[in-house]
C-alpha cells in the first residue's frame, strides 16, 4: 500500500524558515515524480512544487526562490526547505506521488500544517 | 485566481445526476490530460479520474470524466450523501506546472 507521511509543520514567525518532510512507502520512491501542494484554510489547491526522480526541479511563481524541494532516494523521502516566510504561505501542505503517464497525482499525503504568524 | 474556471457550487437531490465543468486554455487543458480530484470535508485530496476519463481501482462507475477541447467535465450519477465534497480539476500547463481550478463544492439535497 502506498503511504505519504508528511511532518515538519508549524507555527513560525514571518521571515522564518521550516523544512517539510515526507516518508514514503510502499512503493520504489525513485521511478517517481513527486509534488508539494497547498491548501489554504476554506481555499482550493494551490500546486508549489515538483522534483523528478532524478533531481529536476519546478517551483511556482509564488515561492521561487524561497523553497526549495529535494529528496533523499535511499531514505525515500521528500523535503521542502521554507525560507522567507510569509503569511500567505499559510496552509496545510500535502506531498503528492504522480502516477503512470497520464499526469495524475495518484496518491497524497495526510498533510501538514504550516501557520505563519508573528 | 485559480488558472482553471470550476462554478463554485453545485447541488442535486439524492440519486441525481450532476455534472461540474472545468474551462482552461489551449496553454493547459487543451493540450494535456484532465484529472478530477475529491476531497471530503477534513481530508486529503484523492484521485477521482485520470487521464480525461479513467477511473483508478476502487472508483464506482457512477463517477466519469470527459475532455473536450480546452474543458473538461466530471460527471456523478445516482448521487449519495457520501458524495457531498469539493471536487478539483487539474492539468499541466506549458512550463510543467500542475494547474488545479478553484473547486466546486457539492451540495447532496
Known amino acids: 500500500e502506498v503511504q505519504l507521511v508528511e511532518s515538519g509543520g508549524g507555527l513560525v514567525q514571518p521571515g522564518g524558515s521550516l523544512r517539510l518532510s515526507c516518508a514514503a512507502s510502499?512503493?520504489?520512491?525513485?521511478?517517481?515524480?513527486m509534488h508539494w501542494v497547498r491548501q489554504a484554510t476554506g481555499k482550493g489547491l494551490e500546486w508549489v512544487s515538483t522534483?523528478?526522480?532524478?533531481?529536476?526541479?519546478y517551483y511556482s511563481g509564488s515561492v521561487k526562490g524561497r523553497f526549495t524541494i529535494s529528496r533523499e532516494n535511499a531514505k525515500n523521502s521528500l523535503y521542502l526547505q521554507m525560507n522567507s516566510l510569509r503569511a500567505g504561505d499559510t496552509a496545510v501542505y500535502y506531498c503528492?506521488?504522480?502516477?503512470?503517464?497520464?499526469?495524475?497525482?495518484?496518491?497524497w499525503g495526510q498533510g501538514t500544517l504550516v501557520t505563519v504568524s508573528s | 485566481q485559480s488558472v482553471l474556471t470550476q462554478p463554485p457550487s453545485v447541488s442535486a437531490a439524492p440519486g441525481q445526476k450532476v455534472t461540474i465543468s472545468c474551462s482552461g486554455s489551449s496553454s493547459n487543458i487543451g493540450n494535456n490530460y484532465v484529472s478530477w480530484y475529491q476531497q471530503l470535508p477534513g481530508t486529503a485530496p484523492k484521485l477521482l479520474i485520470y487521464g480525461n476519463n479513467k477511473r483508478p481501482s476502487g472508483i464506482p462507475d457512477r463517477f466519469s470524466g470527459s475532455k473536450s477541447g480546452t474543458s473538461a467535465t466530471l460527471g456523478i450519477t445516482g448521487l449519495q450523501t457520501g458524495d457531498e465534497a469539493d471536487y478539483y480539476c487539474g492539468t499541466w500547463d506549458t512550463s510543467l506546472h500542475v494547474v488545479f481550478g478553484g473547486g466546486t463544492k457539492l451540495t447532496v439535497l
Open positions: 503528492a506521488r504522480l502516477g503512470g503517464t497520464w499526469g495524475a497525482l495518484d496518491s
Open positions: 522534483i523528478g526522480p532524478h533531481g529536476d526541479t
Open positions: 510502499g512503493f520504489i520512491f525513485n521511478n517517481y515524480d
